[in-house]
């Protein structure tokens, strides 16, 4: 089974880029949909964006739609969060996820729909 390790997080001014990474190791990297969630602080975990297995559908959040960024290497095992334009209320922690068996061109939104669960990355972003 795969295991998700997030790193590239940190503190940025608003405006700033970050590009968060996820490395995936102890599985078939390009058997698994892989995504990206973030949770604030007192609010729940949400949705920010997914990649199939093939890299050739992506999905985004309403809110970091046209500013984040999903993409992923195969043969390096890793996924990318790309983040530029950022503001105070991108501030959270981001966590990467994995989910096992669909189509190579299918993604998942739902929290529920993942299987493995990265620590986490913060964000935290300054106005």
């Known amino acids: 089974q795969v295991q998700p390790v997030e790193s590239g997080g940190g503190l940025v001014q608003a405006g700033g880029s970050l590009r968060l990474s996820c490395a995936a190791s102890?599985?078939?990297?390009?058997?698994?949909?892989m995504g990206w969630f973030r949770q604030a602080p007192g609010k729940e975990r949400e949705f920010v964006a997914v990649?199939?297995?093939?890299?050739?559908?992506?999905d985004y959040a309403d809110s970091v739609k046209g500013r984040f960024t999903i993409s992923r290497d195969n043969a390096e095992n890793m996924v990318y969060l790309q983040m530029n334009t950022l503001k105070p209320e991108d501030t959270a922690v981001y966590y990467c996820a994995a989910r096992m068996g669909l189509w190579t061109t299918m993604t998942i939104r739902g929290l529920g729909d993942y299987d493995y669960w990265g620590q986490g990355t913060q964000v935290t972003v300054s106005s």
């Open positions: 990649i199939s297995r093939s890299g050739y559908s992506t």
């Open positions: 102890g599985g078939t990297f390009n058997s698994y949909t």
